[in-house]
C-alpha cells in the first residue's frame, strides 16, 4: 500500500496516510486538505516525470553526459517549487516523504545549498537508484511503460482537478491568448496543478475534434 508523510508544509505540521483507491479529505478552511492532495499528485506524476526524462534521453545527445537520476531529480525540484511555491518561506525540517511500495520511496527535504539556504534534497531508495540504471535502456516503448506502472504499483496516470474546474475547462479555448498576453514571471507564477491540468483539457479536447 502506497504511503505519504508530511512534515512542517503549510498548514501541515506533522501527516501520515495511507494511499487508498478512494478517499475523501473534509476539514476546515486552510486546514490542509488541497496540501495533502497537491502532495499526493506531485509524488503520483514523477513516474510520468521519469518517462519524460528517459525519451528526452533518447532524443537529445547532449542528455547523455547526465546520469538519468541526476535528470530526474533536477525535474522533480523543478515540479515541487511549481507545485507548493517558493521553499526560502518553508519551515527548515520541511519533509514529504512517499513510499510507492516496501523499498520504493522518494524524500523531500531541505538543506543548505548554493543556490539558496532553503535547497531542495531529493533522495531516492536504493532499490529506486537500481531501477533507474536498468530502466533508461528499454527500447520499446510498450515495454517501458509496462515496467515503469509495475514498478512504480501504478495502474494508470494521475490527474489534478482543481477547483472551479468548469471556468478552467471553458478558458482553455482563449489559453493560447492568454499565455500570449503573458510575460515569463506571470507564466511562472501558474500554479503547476491548473496548468497541467489545462494542457490536458487541450489534448482531450484536439482527440474529440479528431475523432
Known amino acids: 500500500m502506497q504511503s505519504l508523510r508530511i512534515h512542517n508544509l503549510g498548514p501541515i505540521k506533522d501527516f501520515q496516510l495511507d494511499i487508498t483507491e ?12 488541497s496540501t495533502v492532495a497537491k502532495a499526493i499528485f506531485f509524488f503520483k506524476n514523477i513516474p510520468a516525470l521519469l518517462n519524460t ?17 541526476s535528470r530526474l531529480i533536477k525535474s522533480v525540484r523543478v515540479n515541487f517549487v511549481r507545485t507548493f511555491g517558493s521553499t526560502l518561506d518553508m519551515d527548515f525540517d ?15 527535504s531541505l538543506t543548505d545549498g548554493p543556490f539558496s539556504p532553503n535547497y ?22 510498450e515495454i517501458l511503460q509496462h515496467e515503469l506502472r509495475a514498478f512504480f504499483d501504478q495502474e494508470a496516470d494521475v490527474i489534478y482537478i482543481p477547483a472551479g474546474r468548469s471556468m478552467l475547462t471553458l478558458l482553455s479555448n482563449q489559453l493560447g491568448y492568454i499565455y500570449g498576453t503573458m510575460d515569463d514571471i506571470q507564466k511562472k507564477d501558474l500554479d503547476y496543478c491548473t496548468q497541467n491540468y489545462l494542457e490536458l483539457i487541450l489534448k482531450l479536447k484536439s482527440f474529440f475534434w479528431l475523432h
Open 22 to 33: 478512494f478517499m475523501v479529505f473534509t476539514g476546515k478552511q486552510a486546514s490542509g486538505k
Open 53 to 69: 526524462e528517459i525519451r528526452k534521453g533518447r532524443m537529445e545527445k547532449n542528455q547523455e553526459k547526465d546520469s538519468l537520476k
Open 94 to 108: 520541511m519533509c514529504l516523504e512517499y513510499y510507492y511500495v516496501k523499498d520504493v520511496s522518494i524524500r523531500v
Open 120 to 141: 531542495l534534497r531529493i533522495n531516492l531508495s536504493e532499490q529506486l537508484e537500481r531501477f533507474l540504471t536498468d530502466v533508461g535502456r528499454k527500447t520499446s516503448e
